[in-house]
T-cell receptor, first 111, second 116 residues
Framework: EDQVTQSPEALRLQEGESSSLNCSYT??????LFWYRQDPGKGPEFLFT???AGEEKEKERLKATLTKKESFLHITAPKPEDSATYLC????????????FGAGTRLAVHP | GAVVSQHPSWVICKSGTSVKIECRSL??????MFWYRQFPKQSLMLMAT?????????EQGVEKDKFLINHASLTLSTLTVTSAHPEDSSFYIC????????????FGPGTRLTVT
């Protein structure tokens, strides 16, 4: 069965304290890994898509990387406005258009 | 680009009534739309996938007669919760994918449904 596991479940950082969020997956044929940011009471906001091991993408303080079994979302020098839940999702060869979401990591950045 | 809207943003209804939620892609044609529900502090659970002009494909365990989905045009999908009960109270989110967007899904802002 295809599975996506995110860790940690919650993370508290001081402003400027860099860290990484993990998304590990066990799927039958990865056809894309997606990172989203979700603020409370809102829909997820698209951040990145990664397709192959070794691929990296960056946007402001965020950098996403992909290996054959996991993805990392690195947050460099975070600010309080980076506080949100970060969701990881995968598209598999057997799932056509569907995305399988992990449970998310709740990030809180304190000044 | 790739903006998706939902209406209403929140709704309160009485048990036994039906509620319709609209999902629109504002600046692209959505060949496929998805409906999710999300419980507090939980991740998104896919309810159904719909392609324009065809019947929706429901996930296992989702009652198709209770959650009616219509994708009548390339920019509009609707979810109707029929004979709503308190256990249907949840956060409903739609997403859309257009061919040119590859496989990214772009999400609407969500609709908070409370059934009293």
């Amino acid at each position: 069965e295809d599975q996506v596991t995110q860790s940690p479940e919650a993370l508290r950082l001081q402003e400027g304290e860099s860290s990484s969020l993990n998304c590990s997956y066990t799927v039958s044929g990865l056809r894309g890994l997606f990172w989203y940011r979700q603020d409370p009471g809102k829909g997820p906001e698209f951040l990145f898509t990664l397709y192959s091991a070794g691929e990296e993408k960056e946007k402001e303080r965020l950098k996403a990387t992909l290996t054959k079994k996991e993805s990392f979302l690195h947050i460099t020098a975070p600010k309080p406005e980076d506080s949100a839940t970060y969701l990881c999702a995968v598209r598999t060869s057997g799932g056509y258009n569907k995305l399988i979401f992990g449970a998310g990591t709740r990030l809180a950045v304190h000044p | 680009g790739a903006v998706v809207s939902q209406h209403p943003s929140w709704v309160i209804c009485k048990s036994g009534t039906s509620v319709k939620i609209e999902c629109r892609s504002l600046d692209f044609q959505a060949t496929t739309m998805f409906w999710y529900r999300q419980f507090p502090k939980q991740s998104l659970m896919l309810m159904a996938t719909s392609n324009e002009g065809s019947k929706a494909t429901y996930e296992q365990g989702v009652e198709k007669d209770k959650f009616l989905i219509n994708h009548a045009s390339l920019t509009l999908s609707t979810l109707t919760v029929t004979s709503a009960h308190p256990e249907d109270s949840s956060f409903y989110i739609c997403s859309a994918r257009g061919d040119y967007l590859s496989y990214e899904q772009y999400f609407g802002p969500g609709t908070r449904l409370t059934v009293t």
